[in-house]
């Protein structure tokens, strides 16, 4: 019986650990008109993540809009998964990002960055993945949805 739980709790510290790896990489908060606001992720590890039944967040204003990731979603090593949101949100100019497990963990949240020019400019992580938690990790440039971050 403690054999089965000790495998049951590694089990879940690696589940954790490779979700750890997962990051909000580029963010677009305030699209072009018509556009949907739209998160990044990226999986800086080096095994699959299964992110099935994760959500993200955008919170602009007094607002909050929700993405679901579908069942079976696999982010591969160094891949990317964009979620987009409802081409009907409202913006004010800028937001924060959030990203939680199933279970409802939190695993990544950016500050607040704003966006007043409604074009393909977004905030995104200089490199890929970068997370010192601090503003020098993100950069405002052009777009490079679901692919890698270039200044």
């Given at each position: 019986?403690?054999?089965?739980?000790?495998?049951?709790?590694?089990?879940?510290?690696?589940?954790?650990?490779?979700?750890?790896?997962?990051?909000?990489?580029?963010?677009?908060?305030?699209?072009?008109?018509?556009?949907?606001?739209?998160?990044?992720?990226?999986?800086?590890?080096?095994?699959?993540?299964?992110?099935?039944g994760w959500t993200a967040t955008i919170t602009d204003g007094g607002w909050v809009g929700k993405m679901e990731v579908p069942a079976g979603t696999i982010i591969s090593a160094q891949g990317f998964y964009v979620l987009v949101g409802d081409s009907r949100w409202t913006h004010q100019d800028g937001g924060f990002a959030a990203l939680y497990t199933e279970?409802?963990?939190?695993?990544?949240?950016?500050?607040?960055?704003?966006?007043?020019?409604?074009?393909?400019?977004?905030?995104?992580?200089?490199?890929?993945?970068h997370d010192t938690n601090t503003d020098g990790d993100w950069g405002y440039a052009y777009a490079t949805k679901g692919r890698s971050n270039g200044l």
């Open positions: 019986m403690k054999i089965a739980l000790l495998i049951c709790a590694a089990l879940m510290a690696l589940s954790l650990c490779a979700a750890a790896s997962v990051v909000i990489n580029e963010m677009e908060v305030n699209p072009p008109e018509g556009g949907s606001d739209w998160i990044e992720l990226y999986n800086s590890g080096n095994e699959t993540v299964d992110i099935s279970s409802g963990l939190k695993v990544d949240e950016t500050a607040f960055r704003e966006d007043g020019l409604d074009n393909d400019f977004t905030w995104g992580r200089h490199p890929d993945g």
